[in-house]
Nanobody, 124 residues
Framework: QVQLVESGGGLVQAGGSLRLSCAAS????????MGWFRQALGKEREFVAA????????SYADSVKGRFTISRENDKNTLYLQMNSLKPEDTGVYYC?????????????????WGQGTQVTVSS
């Protein structure tokens, strides 16, 4: 089992940047493929980005491709999401999630463990 805690959210103007972090504790962080998801008010949770155990392969939602970068530091048990050129439609609660599988997945149902989320608000 792994515990996940997100941080780094906040209020930012459109065009600005934020970096989210997800600190993991418990079982070996490098045993988990990781993902970021987000949920806007009144909408379903959606996939943002995912990364393999080693960090060698990543996947992004079309809506964030070219603006967001997912990365991880296994020796620090930490996952990151660098968000640039933020838009008001990026507003929502951002969650990190872990799955004890190889490869990447865009499906929330395939992730076993979730953090509590961090709020990102982008003003126009």
């Amino acid at each position: 089992q792994v515990q996940l805690v997100e941080s780094g959210g906040g209020l930012v103007q459109a065009g600005g940047s934020l970096r989210l972090s997800c600190a993991a504790s418990g079982r070996t962080f490098s045993s988990y493929g990781m993902g970021w998801f987000r949920q806007a008010l009144g909408k379903e949770r959606e996939f943002v980005a995912a990364i393999t155990r080693s960090g060698g392969t990543t996947s992004y939602a079309d809506s964030v491709k070219g603006r967001f970068t997912i990365s991880r530091e296994n020796d620090k048990n930490t996952l990151y999401l660098q968000m640039n050129s933020l838009k008001p439609e990026d507003t929502g609660v951002y969650y990190c999630a872990a799955r004890p599988r190889y490869g990447v997945s865009t499906y929330s149902a395939e992730y076993f463990y979730w953090g509590q989320g961090t709020q990102v608000t982008v003003s126009s």
